[in-house]
C-alpha cells in the first residue's frame, strides 16, 4: 500500500486498538491487527477522517494528531506533537479546555460542546470527547476526539425556531379572529343604525353624523390591530414589517437608515399605518412604481414614498394623499406631496421620535 499522508507519533509508539486478545507489558490486552494491516494503515485511516483524533499524555502535551490537525489547530501533525496542549489554542480555547483536560487527566470522561468562530461571521460547532487512558491505577493522559457537529446544531436550531413560529402564529390568529369578531359586532350596530335612519328619514341629520363617527372609529380601531399582528409577525423588527407592508402593496424597492428597528412600538405602530394609508392612496392611481425610504436621524422619523407616474384615478396622487386626515397624521406629524401625478410624485411623512 502506497505510504500515506503526513503523520506524527512519538518514536516507538505501535499503533494498537486497546480490547480483548495477549496482555501486553502494561499487564492489559492489545488487539492484533488483521493480517496484512499494520500500524501504517491504521494511521491512514485514521488521517482520512475529518474528526480530529489526538492522545494528550499525562503532563498535558500532544503526543500523538492525525491529519484533521490541520483543520481544527490549523497546524500539521508534525507542528503540534510535542507541544502543550495550552499553546495550541487561543485564549477561549484555553478558557473552555483546562478545567476538563485536567479532569480527563484526572480519570474523569468529559464530553462537551464548543462554537468556533470561522470567518466572515460563519461558526463551527465543534462536539470534543475525552476519554481518559488509564494504566492499572494510575493516568497515562487521555484520547481527544474533537467531530463537527455543526450541521446537527443548526438543524436543532431551526427546529426550534419553527415550533416557536407555529406557536406564534397559532397565538395570532387567536387574536385576529377576535378583532375580526369585534370589528364585524360593531358594523352589524352600524347596519341596525344606518336601517332605521332609512325607516325614520326625518331624523337622518341628527343621526347621520355619530353614525359616521362611530363607523370611523371602528375602521381606526381595526387597522390599528391588523398594524399590531403586522409588527409581531416580525419581533424586534420594525423594517421586517415595513418590508410586508410595502410588499403588500407594491413590492418595490425599500431602504432604511439609521436605527430604525429601535422605534417604540407605538412609534412603529404609526409608522406601518402612516405607509399602509399613503400607499394604498397611491395604489388606486395604478403608478408605474413606489419606492420606499424610512430613516431616524436628528431626532426626526421620515419616511418617503416616491411614486413613479400614475394612469388612473379621478385627480393627482397627492390630492388623495393629502385628504387621508387624521387616519395618517396623529398630533406631531406632518405630511407634504411634491410632484405631478402624471412624472413622478415625493411624498414625505415625519414625526419627531426619543
Known amino acids: 500500500m502506497a505510504p500515506g499522508p503526513e503523520r506524527a507519533r512519538p518514536a516507538g509508539t505501535t499503533l494498537g486498538c486497546r480490547g480483548p486478545g495477549p496482555p501486553g507489558p502494561s499487564g492489559e490486552g492489545v488487539m492484533e491487527l488483521p493480517t496484512g494491516f499494520d500500524a501504517e494503515d491504521l494511521g491512514e485511516v485514521l488521517d482520512a477522517l475529518p474528526s480530529l483524533v489526538a492522545y494528550v499524555d ?23 506533537v510535542g507541544r502543550p496542549v495550552e499553546q495550541l489554542l487561543d485564549e477561549a480555547g484555553c478558557a473552555s479546555t483546562h478545567d476538563r483536560l485536567l479532569a480527563a487527566l484526572a480519570g474523569t470522561t468529559q ?51 419553527s415550533v416557536v413560529r407555529s406557536a ?33 328619514p326625518e331624523s337622518a341629520t341628527a343621526e347621520a353624523a355619530p353614525i359616521l363617527e362611530h363607523l370611523a372609529r371602528t375602521v381606526d380601531a381595526l387597522r ?79 419616511a418617503v414614498v416616491t411614486v413613479q407616474g400614475g394612469r388612473r384615478g379621478d385627480g393627482p396622487v397627492g390630492t388623495d394623499v393629502e385628504a387621508l386626515g387624521p387616519r395618517t397624521l396623529r398630533p406631531g406629524a406632518t405630511i407634504t406631496v411634491v410632484g405631478d401625478d402624471l412624472a413622478r410624485t415625493l411624498i414625505t411623512w415625519r414625526r419627531p421620535v426619543g
Open 58 to 80: 499525562a503532563a498535558g502535551g500532544l503526543r500523538y494528531a492525525n491529519a484533521a490537525s490541520r483543520s481544527w489547530l490549523h497546524r500539521t501533525p508534525a507542528e503540534v
Open 111 to 161: 464530553r462537551f460542546e464548543r462554537s468556533l468562530p470561522l470567518d466572515e461571521g460563519r461558526v463551527r460547532h465543534a462536539l470534543i470527547e475525552m476519554v481518559p487512558r488509564c494504566r492499572g491505577d494510575r493516568s497515562d493522559g487521555c484520547y481527544v476526539l474533537v467531530t463537527n457537529i455543526t450541521r446537527r446544531v443548526e438543524a436543532e436550531a431551526g427546529h426550534a425556531a
Open 168 to 200: 406564534l402564529l397559532t397565538e395570532r390568529n387567536a387574536r385576529a379572529a377576535g378583532v375580526s369578531d369585534s370589528a364585524l359586532q360593531e358594523l352589524f350596530a352600524i347596519g341596525l343604525q344606518l336601517d332605521r335612519m332609512v325607516r325614520h
Open 224 to 302: 390599528g390591530s391588523v398594524r399590531h399582528l403586522i409588527v409581531e409577525s416580525q419581533p424586534g423588527s420594525t423594517s421586517g414589517a415595513v418590508r410586508y407592508v410595502v410588499e403588500l402593496w407594491s413590492g418595490g424597492p425599500v431602504g432604511f437608515e439609521g436605527p430604525v428597528d429601535d422605534l417604540a412600538p407605538e412609534v412603529a405602530h404609526e409608522l406601518l399605518g402612516a405607509l399602509s394609508e399613503i400607499l394604498a392612496a397611491a395604489a388606486r392611481h395604478d403608478p408605474e412604481g413606489i419606492a420606499v425610504h424610512v430613516r431616524v436621524a436628528g431626532g426626526v422619523l421620515v
